[in-house]
Nanobody, 120 residues
Framework: QVQLVESGGGLVQAGGSLRLSCAAS????????MGWFRQAPGKEREFVAA?????IYADSVKGRFTISRDNAKNTVYLQMNSLKPEDTAVYYC????????????????WGQGTQVTVSS
């Protein structure tokens, strides 16, 4: 079992920045693929970024968002720059011991989510 706890969400103006954090409970954190997803009201959960053997991003965030991880702290981060109103969503951290792709249904462990609101 892996418990994930996100933090760092909030309200920011368009063009601003936020950094999300996700702390994992498991000491074998470094072996897990870590992903960030988001879900806006009335929409399906969508992939944002993942860090495993490779680092991948959704086209909509490429060049603006950066995923990073500190294995010593069991923490993964999502640095979000040049935020847009369409980035408004609940952001979720996810973990999986094997899967490293974009399909949220394949990730085994999830955090509770943190709200990000970008005002225009």
């Amino acid at each position: 079992q892996v418990q994930l706890v996100e933090s760092g969400g909030g309200l920011v103006q368009a063009g601003g920045s936020l950094r999300l954090s996700c702390a994992a409970s498991r000491r074998t954190f470094s072996y897990y693929v870590m992903g960030w997803f988001r879900q806006a009201p009335g929409k399906e959960r969508e992939f944002v970024a993942a860090s495993g053997g490779n680092t991948i991003y959704a086209d909509s965030v490429k060049g603006r968002f950066t995923i990073s991880r500190d294995n010593a702290k069991n923490t993964v981060y999502l640095q979000m720059n040049s935020l847009k109103p369409e980035d408004t969503a609940v952001y979720y951290c996810a973990a999986d011991p094997h899967y490293s792709g974009r399909d949220y249904k394949e990730y085994d462990y999830w955090g509770q989510g943190t709200q990000v609101t970008v005002s225009s």
